[in-house]
């Protein structure tokens, strides 16, 4: 749990020092990591181009707080 909760986020946010994203980018990317960036866009992706019969904002309830 400390290597996925606490090493691997710490990891990803070191080797983004340097870059102009702002924090919000920069933590959503050390927590989730590129795969799941990656699958997140693909899931958006998918609802933007097919009906799935399930509304988007149960998929996505807790991104609203993100925002």
């Not at 795969?35 to 509304?55: D, E, K, M, N």
Request: hydrophobic share 55%; aromatic share 16%; proline share 4%.
């Amino acid at each position: 749990m400390l290597l996925l909760c606490v090493v691997r986020p710490l990891a990803g946010w070191c080797a983004q020092w340097g870059m102009a994203a702002g924090i919000r980018e920069r933590a959503v990317i050390a927590l989730f990591g590129i795969r799941g960036i990656g699958s997140l866009f693909y899931l958006a992706y998918a609802l933007g181009t097919h009906g799935f019969g399930v509304p988007a904002e149960e998929l996505w309830p807790w991104w609203r707080s993100w925002c």
